[in-house]
């Protein structure tokens, strides 16, 4: 993978110039996407900007974010050879941090559940998870430093965890979604992957100017609250051996840990979360839905068909249960500092019939606090799995160092 | 101004066809539009559906919202000519409750402050408001029943109250905003403007599927806390004439009511929108003002020149004091039913200089609550001025009884 902290480092010491970087990941790409198919269209050539944070840095931007130099095709046929006249808000904020967009990577349809051809690069028999497929691949594969996915239910954390890449699925609504293709407005939420923490750390902190989210040279030691959402079920083997062996390493680390059992209303949000995101999604692609209905992806329909008689009153009590269980899990942040949980229930599952399972991830979409992807372990097959990290409400910065502990205890193991 | 109340029950007692009222329109728009330009572009034939509440009304959509049958400008040349791919949420909702959409009404470019051409048909020599400008004129110019705005300051219930229409800016997200052009996401509202309160409940009602916004057939009296928002200056004497005038009526009527003075939180949180309007806007423009900024209109380039320094941390406090503000304005709900307030300074000023003041519409846009303006006097120059009746956050439904019960108060006077 292609540390963006190191091209960071090499560009400021001047060893590498931002011209040779970007061309770095178009090489990659040239000798790798073919096998992979990680992206929808690419620059042929492209040139460093002169300034920026993020100069020299090549970034990849899912397919449901609106792009002026490229086709915005949202995984779907509906869209083909759709050209936004603008750019998404945080396309800009990338061009403003100095990054070049060096092309768009695959989404499933409408960032829903129907998989791409995207292979997952650690093992191609196997999916890379979706919906963020292309910008997971992209980055587990070293194409890219850096690239842009979304989160409705499980689309960064999961595809991260089975790919090995690091991601952080923001607060919500610390990146703007204008220009970005919606699904359920309540829960779709910008995010970043890269190689590691330090590295999404620092596209985060110039995406959004808050030098907060930089990590500190030093790395507070947290206290941590095990958590196993039994409400979703039990995890995999190597779901719940990657939690075991993260929670071990962070306590030997020094952090300080305890199980967490989450109060009842946690899990009645979890059981909420699908009624929101199908009842908005209803609204959001009303028209995709109801005039090109021949056209939409198989597995999206059929959720649709299954969702269309939800009622604006099981909405709002989904709603009720949703604001009751943030007040909830704000009183849980008082006295740890983040939770550790599963990333997704085990490795990423064979071949491309599925991108895998999003129930360790949608209830903390709904709850719109920040989650970071820790890679954790090496199962079989050579496939990874990973952790989460997840601050409250706005700690995006802690949500970070927390991470970093986690990934630096797991590196010392 | 025609009702749509009144259309819906000639063409459910076949006294009208569907088409023919949907030809009635298109008419008064041929022989209206010219004087007035409330419409960017309109059909020249149109159909009626053959179902749906909503069947035989002709709407307006603001041209800052996507339509697939229609160009989407948003009141700048940047999209001059621009077709969207496919229909806004609020469009499909309004498809699939069968009405006919008519046409694209104007907008201040981007739905900020400089003026369109359109003209105020209660007297042509003043603005009509803005932003929604077109849609208010439409509908109090009696070319259409029912037309659709947005409000993030003060868009919607400004023109309702200078053209003498009804308007409600419901809850923050009744209605999506999928589809609409963003200027800032924690305030764009959409609403609807009709001849009266029957008709925006009706309206409404029919685009959410949720039966309980239509007006009882027994209206209730209403406790009414009366808010002259004296952190927002001073009235001019025509706008402290309508609300004495509503006051007086409503409580001839029967209501309770006493003055109410707002919690100091609430004036800081008045203080703190624009805060938050320009942030975000600079965000969620970016393309617009980054890449084309010599066809930016000239007063909204201005707003965000001024506005460009704003840090993250000046923006976060800025949410913190409207977060502060909405508990502290639930709270002012516990004793009493609505606000009652200015809708504007006072009547439509004269010209096109200026679409008028947003003052005391501002904070109820960020505090997310549902408001209605009601006529209330004709001052000078036959230039309607308004009064808002305000609910809590979510009671959509109490808003629009409460207003109907001031309407009816004040043509009873």
Redesign the interface.
């Known amino acids: 993978m292609i540390s963006l902290a190191e091209l960071q480092r090499r560009i400021d010491a001047g060893e590498l110039s931002a011209d040779a970087a970007i061309a770095q990941s178009l090489e990659a790409i040239g000798a790798q996407d073919e096998a992979i198919g990680a992206f929808v269209c690419h620059a042929d050539h492209a040139r460093a900007q002169s300034a920026g944070p993020l100069r020299g840095i090549a970034v990849g931007i899912k397919d449901i974010m609106d792009t ?1 130099d490229f086709p915005t095709e949202m995984g779907s046929p ?2 083909r050879g ?1 050209r936004p ?3 998404a ?1 945080v ?3 990338l061009k ?1 941090a100095g990054a070049t967009i060096i092309g768009k990577t695959t989404t499933t349809a409408f960032a829903s559940v129907d998989p791409t051809a995207t292979l997952n690069p650690r093992n191609q028999a196997h999916t890379p998870g979706g919906s963020s497929s292309g910008s997971a691949a992209a980055v587990a594969a070293g194409m890219v430093p850096l690239a842009l996915g979304t989160q409705t239910g499980g689309s960064m954390i999961r595809p991260a965890s089975f790919c090995g890449v690091a991601a952080i699925k923001p607060s919500y ?1 610390l990146l ?4 970005v293709k ?1 699904y359920s ?1 309540t829960l779709d939420t910008v995010g970043l992957f890269a190689s590691g923490v330090d590295d999404v750390a620092r596209g985060l902190a110039a995406m ?3 030098g907060e989210l930089l990590l500190p040279s030093t790395i507070a030691t947290p206290r941590i609250g095990v958590v196993t959402q039994d409400f979703a079920g039990a995890p995999e083997a190597s779901g719940a051996e990657a939690l075991r062996i993260a929670a071990k390493a962070a306590e030997r680390a020094g952090a300080s840990l305890r199980e967490l059992t989450m109060p009842a209303i946690i899990a009645e949000a979890w059981r909420a979360q699908p009624v929101v995101q199908e009842f ?1 999604a209803h ?2 692609l ?3 839905y ?2 090109n209905y021949d056209a939409m992806a198989p597995l999206l329909r059929a959720r649709l068909d299954d969702s269309r008689d939800t ?2 009153a099981a909405y709002d009590a989904a709603v009720e249960t949703a604001d009751r269980a943030r007040q909830a899990l704000a009183r849980v942040f008082e006295d740890i500092d983040v939770l550790l949980t599963l990333s997704a229930p085990g490795a990423a599952p064979h071949g491309l019939a599925s991108t895998g399972d999003a129930r360790y991830n949608r209830l903390w979409t709904l709850m719109g606090v920040p989650c970071v992807n820790v890679p954790a372990l090496i199962a079989d097959g050579g496939l990874p799995v990973g952790v989460q990290v997840i601050a409250r409400y706005g700690a995006d910065a802690q949500a970070l160092v927390a991470a970093r502990f986690v990934e630096q205890a797991l590196a010392r193991r």
Do not use: F, K, S
Request: proline share 6%; glycine share 10%; with cysteine.
């Open positions: 002026a509906i869209y759709h006249r603008g750019d808000a396309v800009m904020l403003q609504r703007p979604t204008v220009g919606c407005w959004t100017g808050r908005e609204r959001a009303a028209w995709e109801r005039e009622t604006p």
